[in-house]
């Protein structure tokens, strides 16, 4: 597994300098001496220059191979911890939150912008999502996919907010999450315009910031039961 290091047996000086790697977007791996970093590449859309820029870091710092993430991240792997700030600096880029309590990911199919089935911008909304939510601290972990139709490439489905693009506007799901306990979003409104979207999102990521514990909102949303979400969102 690449991003090894919340689940391991730290000692309390192992534990700080791994917190403080942690801060600078590094992510220990298997074999417990190096590190991968993950710049924050929107929608994984990116020009060749900044791809040639990450393959250059890569090289430099002697990184053993990419990995491209299913948060649509190139991940540097195998970096030496010494190297970690320098990496950064000539990447440029921020890190992508790969890990913590925040909005790690917003998950962006090509849509109408790309791909012939696109039924919705799912890039131009995608992104600005993106830019609105990406690290947004959350009372747990919160992933976002954006498809351009129903055939849900960016796997919305799985996702706490997931868009579908259908013919007469998207289609918008709460509730999904993959991992050990998988569940299926389930719809919440449908036929919205993307400014609806945006007011919708922005009221159910204030929602659960404000009344959630330590909880996926799916098991929020389970807990307090759908019909009160629902109208708690909708009213
Ligand atoms: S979800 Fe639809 S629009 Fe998006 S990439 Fe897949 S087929 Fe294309």
């Known amino acids: 597994m690449l991003f090894a290091g919340k689940n391991r047996g730290y000692g309390t000086g192992e534990l700080n300098m791994s917190k403080d790697i942690l801060e600078k977007g590094a992510i220990v791996q298997r074999d417990k001496e190096t590190y991968a970093i993950a710049p924050h590449i929107a929608g994984g859309i990116i020009d060749p220059a900044g791809l040639r820029r990450i393959a250059d870091v890569?090289?430099?710092?002697?990184?053993?191979?990419?990995k491209i993430t299913s948060a649509q991240r190139i991940a540097i792997v195998g970096i030496d911890p010494k190297d970690i700030d320098d990496a950064w600096k000539d990447l440029g880029m921020k890190p992508g939150a790969a890990i913590g309590l925040c909005v790690r990911s917003v998950k962006i199919c090509p849509g109408t912008t790309f791909c012939k089935r696109?039924?919705?911008?799912?890039?131009?909304v995608g992104l600005k999502l993106d830019e609105l939510y990406h690290g947004m601290p959350l009372p747990w972990k919160f992933k976002i996919g954006v498809s351009g139709c129903a055939n849900s490439c960016a796997e919305p489905a799985v996702k706490d907010i997931g868009l579908i693009g259908m013919s007469k506007g998207w289609r918008l799901l709460v509730g999904g999450s993959s991992g050990v306990k998988p569940r299926l979003g389930v719809m919440l409104a449908e036929n919205l315009s993307d400014e609806?979207?945006?007011?919708?999102?922005?009221?159910?990521i204030n929602y659960y910031k404000d009344h959630a514990k330590k909880q996926r909102l799916g098991e929020f949303i389970e807990e307090i039961g759908f019909e009160k979400f629902k109208h708690e969102i909708l009213a």
């Open 118 to 124: 696109g039924q919705q911008d799912s890039v131009g």
């Open 58 to 66: 890569a090289e430099k710092y002697n990184a053993k191979v990419l």
């Open 196 to 204: 609806e979207v945006f007011s919708l999102i922005d009221k159910i």
